[in-house]
């Protein structure tokens, strides 16, 4: 059922109209014969300035609205492919990357092979006695992310004290051997 307007106009005569105004703003072949792939689709919930902006651009561009609406569709939809994408290889690098977090240990003796064996980033954290051994530093830097509330640690003398220092924080002793 129709509502009448302040102009005494009904609702529905007032959005046949401006139907009609688009149907007229269009590719005069497109109106005749339809391409094989098109439809005509009625899209609700337009703003009015933007799709006089899109009028506006295809009247410059000497295009139909349908010709740019087909293309803007097109590139909103190469762009979230696009985003989606991106977020895939996002989250898989993440979990690559991801930090192995060993805590609440009293004491705790672990290999540079042993840490290799995790395939992944390692932190220690709250351990009482922490000795890391045979490692390497370039090993231990590719690998030991952060050591946090330890109150000794021991590492192998390969390591450099500064690669150790990097990556540590509340360490009350700290030894090479």
């Given at each position: 059922?129709?509502?009448?307007?302040?102009?005494?106009?009904?609702?529905?005569?007032?959005?046949?109209?401006?139907?009609?105004?688009v149907i007229d703003q269009g590719d005069e072949e497109?109106?005749?014969?339809?391409?094989?792939?098109?439809?005509?689709?009625?899209?609700?919930?337009?703003?009015k300035s933007l799709y006089q902006r899109v009028l506006d651009l295809a009247k410059e561009t000497g295009r139909s609205v349908g010709e740019l609406t087909n293309?803007?569709?097109?590139?909103?939809?190469?762009?979230?492919?696009?985003a989606k994408e991106f977020s895939q290889h996002f989250v898989e690098g993440a979990k690559q990357v991801s930090v192995q977090s060993i805590d609440n240990i009293?004491?705790?003796?672990?290999?540079?092979?042993?840490l290799k064996e995790l395939k992944r980033k390692?932190?220690?954290n709250h351990i009482k006695q922490l000795t890391i051994s045979d490692i390497t530093d370039e090993e231990f830097s590719s690998i030991v992310v952060g050591i946090h509330n330890v109150e000794e640690?021991?590492?192998?003398?390969?390591?450099?004290?500064?690669?150790?220092?990097?990556?540590?924080?509340?360490?009350?002793?700290?030894?090479?051997?």
């Open positions: 059922m129709a509502k009448e307007n302040k102009t005494g106009e009904s609702k529905k005569v007032k959005e046949d109209e401006e139907q009609e105004d497109t109106k005749a014969e339809p391409k094989p792939e098109a439809k005509n689709v009625s899209v609700k919930g337009v703003q293309d803007a569709y097109k590139a909103l939809l190469l762009t979230a492919s696009g009293t004491e705790l003796e672990i290999t540079g092979p042993e390692v932190s220690f640690l021991t590492v192998s003398k390969q390591v450099k004290k500064t690669s150790v220092l990097k990556v540590c924080s509340f360490v009350n002793k700290i030894k090479l051997e």
